[in-house]
Every structure is written in C-alpha cells, then in structure tokens.
C-alpha cells in the first residue's frame, strides 16, 4: 500500500529551527508537496520538490532525497505564526495525491 | 477575486438527513476534488472530476454523489447522513493534474451529524 509517515507532534522555541521528517512508500513520485494548515483553516501551499536536493523559500527550505523516500521541511528564525500543522503529500503515478496525516508544530515563546 | 468558496461553513444533521455542500471557484480550473479531513488521519479523496460534465471516485467515495453540471461548481451530496460522516469536508482545485500544480483550497465545511 501506499504510506506517509511523518511526526504527529513537534515544539520548538520562538527563534530557533526546527526540521520535520517526511518519509513516503508510493506507487510512483510525481513530486512531494508542503502545505501548512492553522487550525481551523484550510491548507496552504509551501513547497514543491520532484528533484533531489534542498530548495530554499525565504524562512522555509525544503529537502527531498527520492532514493531515500524521504523529504524534511526545515524552517528557521521561527515565530509564533508558524504554529500550525504542516502536511506532507506525494503524487503518485497516476497523479493522485498521498497525503500524510500532518505535523502539528508547537511554539513556546 | 473569491477563489475557492464552499457553503455552508457549517451544518448539523440527524442520521440519515440529506444535504449538499457546494463548491463554486472562479479561477477557471479545470479540475476539482472534495476531500474530507479527520484527526490523526491525512486528507482523503472522496470524488474529484477534470472537467465539467465529468466526475470520477476517489478513495472513499462510499455514501457520497457528486455533480459537475458547470465548469466552476462542484456538488458534494450525502443522501442519507451517517454519524461517520462527521467530518471537516474541503473543496479544492488545480488547472490540470501535472506534478507541479498546486491546490487551492476552500475554507472547509464542518459537518456534525447525529
């Protein structure tokens, strides 16, 4: 079957960095997608990474090793906002996307 | 400029009621999914559809019917409710379904049902 497995819970401190795990069994890659979603609200879009290696968005950098099945977000210089859940989504073969039950993502000041 | 708009924001239902949760977009995509959202659990898809007059299943399509009579709305129907079907139910489109594309979401639609 078709799997994503990443942490159910993270926190972190205001101003640091924080680095959340991602990894996948599917049948096929078409690309690996982060999207952030505060409670209550509906997902937005992050990142997207179908080659291997890091892209880098401002704060937010995203790693993809497709060898591995494996993905990480990192965020840095983090602040309050970025408390929320950060999902993780593979499109498989059939373009389908996979979805990981998501990181929720805990700031202490 | 709307987006993705999904009514109602909120609805309660009796076992075995029926309703219907609308999806409008006005971004002129082609394709349109409804996935529902429970906790500890990633987004499922329920029905999705590439183009208007056209709807396919998902993953969990069961006690669901959809209808894309118009390219920019995207009906979600439960014709008799079911307390499993408490869920947080979000709309979403994408211009076509290659890799790089990117999903806007609705703002979801929370539904009870007892």
């Known amino acids: 079957g078709q799997n994503i497995d990443q942490p159910t819970e993270m926190t972190a401190t205001e101003g640091a960095i924080v680095q959340i795990n991602c990894t996948y069994q599917?049948?096929?890659?078409?690309?690996l997608f982060w999207y952030q979603q505060h409670a209550g609200e509906a997902p937005t879009f992050l990142s997207y990474?179908?080659l291997d290696g890091l892209e880098e968005k401002g704060r937010f950098s995203s790693f993809l090793s497709r060898s591995k099945g494996y993905s990480y977000l990192l965020l840095k210089e983090l602040q309050m906002k970025d408390s929320a859940s950060y999902l993780c989504a593979v499109m498989d073969s059939n373009y389908q996307l996979i979805w990981g039950a998501g990181t929720k993502l805990i700031i202490k000041p | 400029n709307a987006g993705v708009t999904q009514t109602p924001k909120f609805r309660v239902l009796k076992t075995g009621q029926s309703m219907t949760l609308l999806c409008a977009q006005d971004?002129?995509?082609?394709?349109m999914y409804w996935y529902r959202q429970d906790p500890g659990m990633g987004l499922r898809l329920i029905h999705y559809s590439v183009g208007e007059g056209t709807t396919a299943k998902g993953e969990v399509p069961d006690g669901y019917n959809v209808s894309r009579l118009k390219k920019q709305n995207f009906l979600l129907g439960l014709e008799s409710a079911a307390p499993s079907q408490t869920s947080v139910y979000f709309c979403?489109?994408?211009?076509?379904?290659?890799?790089?594309?990117?999903?806007?979401f609705g703002a979801g639609s929370r539904l009870t049902v007892l």
């Open positions: 971004m002129n995509h082609e394709y």
């Open positions: 599917t049948s096929g890659f078409n690309g």
């Open positions: 979403a489109t994408t211009p076509k379904a290659s890799g790089a594309n990117v999903l806007t």
């Open positions: 990474n179908v």
